[in-house]
């Protein structure tokens, strides 16, 4: 039963504190994303990768960190340096990057 | 500066009758097009796609429709039922400029009367 899960589904944080979002795809997808979605904004990406060991920063990648060391995995880290870190955050993952992508059940934090 | 525009927040329809949502952009190089549909608490999921050397394209219920003059596209549901309740995201990508990671829209959330 192929799909992405994310984990955990809400997540608490005090301010200052880094957090890591798990993103695990059994897919065998070589592209994966990160993206912020906040009330009433569109999906903004924050970081992507296309294949192992190689990511690149997106839109809004300031106070995040990212790693793809296994195909299947890409997470990422809330730093304390993120302004406004309480959001809902979604992985995805594409065959590659012409394909339409297949999201995670996405992580709300809640930085307090 | 938003370069995928879903002007309506919100649109409210009766169970059975069309649902037209509706999408602009503003980049020219925009060629691949995609709409996804997210409920509450979920990831989106992947609905329907067009390429720009089309006009539409349709999958049972689901039809889009693009007017690259106009820089508009158009998401049509027709029979809707209560179950498209979503929020409906529409998506562009340049491929032909190298850029594939598409952009998103705001956002438009749909209300299915019964």
């Known amino acids: 039963d192929g799909g992405i899960t994310q984990s955990p589904k809400y997540l608490f944080r005090k301010e200052g504190q880094n957090v890591t979002l798990s993103c695990e795809q059994n897919l065998n997808h070589d592209a994966m994303y990160w993206y912020r979605q906040d009330p009433g904004q569109g999906l903004r990406l924050i970081y992507y990768s296309q294949i192992v060991n190689d990511f690149q920063k997106g839109d809004i990648a300031e106070g995040y960190s990212v790693s793809r060391e296994k195909k299947e995995s890409f997470p990422l880290t809330v730093t304390s340096a993120q302004k406004n870190p309480t959001a809902f955050y979604l992985c995805?993952?594409?065959?590659?990057?012409?394909?339409?992508?297949?999201f995670g059940p996405g992580t709300r934090l809640t930085v307090l | 500066d938003q370069q995928v525009k879903q002007n309506s927040p919100s649109l409210s329809v009766q169970e059975g009758r069309i649902s037209i949502l509706n999408c602009d952009y503003t980049n020219s190089m925009f060629d691949y097009f995609l709409w996804y549909k997210k409920y509450p608490a979920e990831g989106p999921t992947f609905l329907i796609s067009?390429?720009?050397?089309?006009d539409k394209n349709e999958d049972g219920r689901f039809t889009v429709f693009l007017n690259k003059s106009a820089k508009h596209l158009s998401l049509h549901i027709v029979p809707s039922q209560p179950g498209d309740s979503a929020v409906y995201f529409c998506?562009?990508?340049?491929?032909?400029?190298?850029?594939?990671?598409?952009?998103f829209g705001r956002g438009t959330s749909l209300i299915v009367h019964p």
């Open positions: 067009i390429s720009s050397i089309k």
């Open positions: 998506a562009a990508s340049a491929t032909s400029g190298g850029s594939y990671i598409p952009t």
């Open positions: 995805a993952s594409s065959i590659g990057f012409f394909n339409e992508q297949f």
